[in-house]
């Protein structure tokens, strides 16, 4: 297992070099260790294999070989990188996807010693004898370094992401797309959850750096071929793909002036998150159905785009529910109140199930990638649960289940097509005929001994000495 807080630490110092060393760009720095920590792994992984593209390409490239590569100094690790990585990098990966992205990528780094120290700090990083654990030690470093230069936003934590695919619930056979994919965390997820036998995954980004670093994400993650793309997916000349599948957590408000915006999305907007919501709908197969993440705002701002994307997805699409949650879920420096939404294609909404996970203890958050983790992994089951879903339903899922409240499309339509959770919960929530009121207390009572112990743990973790 590796050190997931070492390579955390180490990603924090790796950036305090940079930045004093001149580069300032979160993205940039990002993009030149994912090079390296990509090199690596590649080594790591190719040691059984003589006849791998990965041999070929360093039979042609035999300095790029880790273990010559970290003896060299860095004016000589400088001109190689220069010379070389690129090229190899796309000839060891043998991906169109990825060569396409790679086309115009340079190395940012000019000052010697700072290519070193990018060396040098990959080289401490504990990946292990086969490159095994370099999938988590990229995702840890992806954490802190996008959170600690405040590009929180751009990455979505593990386990929203796990809660998110797991509403979606994705199958083998589906395509699955994300259109504001950025590190590709949900995609890899999606590809995690169906067996790695994805029948379509495919991301897209608007910046080439972000699209870089997804695929090279993806491809620590064991999916060989990954199809990620450098498009504007809101502009004119985008080609929607048919998707059975969109999970996504696109860009938050922001104006987009400037750009050529697709007249079929048919709103009068430049606000990135509403476009981003209707355009997740048109990527919709008849029988598909999306997860969104959105600013909390979209559900009840009364703009006429706000309202009217909410109109469409409930008269046109379906909305089956919405999920508010805590303010600290994308980290404290990102601190937006945001929500889920379950979204399907067609069948026109009937009743909106309401859920709020922003009253756990703010003492469970324990970092920027630190959640409510004791109720997020059991929301798929309460919301299948309140949509009539027959599978088994454990206790914690039903008691968070029965924590939920609707309202129909009548009531909605004459609150101006509001999603305001608060707008429609009825006093406290009360059990129905058929359930036993004793059995919902007994449940209430276990979720609050989970958290009384869940707070225990973690006081004990800080009172111990260090």
């Known amino acids: 297992m590796p050190d997931l807080d070492q390579a955390r630490d180490a990603a924090e110092a790796l950036r305090k070099r940079l930045w004093a060393g001149g580069v300032t760009d979160s993205l940039a720095a990002l993009e030149q260790i994912s090079y390296l920590i990509l090199l690596r792994t590649l080594e790591l992984r190719s040691v059984h294999s003589d006849e ?34 690129v090229r190899f990098l796309v000839s060891a990966v043998e991906s169109d996807r990825f060569a396409q992205a790679m086309r115009g990528a340079t190395l940012g780094l000019r000052e010697p010693g700072l290519v070193r120290n990018c060396v040098e700090a990959v080289d401490r990083l504990e990946i292990g004898d086969t490159g095994e654990d370099s999938a988590e030690i990229y995702d840890a470093l992806l954490s802190r370094l996008l959170a600690s230069t405040g590009e929180a936003q751009l990455s979505t934590p593990r386990p929203l992401v796990e809660a998110m695919v797991d509403l979606a619930d994705p199958e083998a056979d589906q395509v699955i797309c994300d259109p504001a994919a950025g590190t590709a965390s949900l995609l890899i997820e999606a590809n995690r959850r169906v067996g790695d036998q994805a029948d379509g995954l495919v991301g897209y980004d608007l910046n080439a750096s972000m699209v870089r670093l997804g695929l090279i994400n993806m491809l620590l993650h064991g999916i060989p071929d990954p199809e990620m793309v450098c498009e504007d997916t809101l502009s004119r000349g985008f080609e929607w793909p048919a998707a059975d599948v969109v999970i996504s957590h696109p860009p938050f408000g922001g104006g987009l002036d400037h750009r050529d915006l697709s007249p079929d999305l048919e709103l009068s907007t430049s606000r990135a998150d509403v476009l981003f919501l209707e355009l997740c709908r048109r990527l919709l197969r008849s029988r598909g159905r999306a997860v969104v993440l959105v600013p909390e705002g979209v559900l009840f701002a009364g703009s ?3 309202t009217e994307v909410r109109r469409r997805w409930l008269t046109r699409g379906r909305i089956d529910a919405v999920i508010s949650l805590p303010p600290e879920i994308l980290g404290r420096q990102a601190n937006v109140k945001t929500a889920l939404l379950l979204l399907a294609a067609r069948g026109g909404t009937e ?8 009253g756990e ?3 469970l958050m324990t970092g920027v990638d630190s959640l409510p983790a004791d109720l997020l ?3 798929a089951e309460a919301v299948r649960w309140r949509l009539g879903d027959d599978r088994a339903t454990p206790p914690t899922a039903l008691a968070l289940g029965r924590t939920m409240w609707d309202a129909s499309i009548d009531e909605i339509g004459e609150n101006g097509w509001s999603l305001a959770p608060a707008t429609y919960r009825r006093g406290k929530d009360l059990p129905s005929e058929d359930e036993d009121p004793l059995k ?11 958290i009384r112990d869940e707070l225990a743990g973690v006081r004990a973790s800080l009172e111990s000495p260090r």
């Open 304 to 306: 006429q785009a706000q």
């Open 377 to 379: 992994p059991h929301l």
């Open 351 to 358: 009743r909106v199930w309401f859920g709020q996970l922003d």
């Open 361 to 363: 203890p703010a003492s």
């Open 52 to 85: 791998s593209a990965v041999a070929r390409a360093f039979a042609a490239s035999p300095s790029l070989r880790w273990r010559t590569l970290r003896t060299l100094p860095g004016g000589e690790m400088l001109r190689l990188f220069d010379l070389e990585l």
């Open 440 to 450: 919902v207390l007994d449940d209430v009572e276990g979720l609050e001994v989970r």
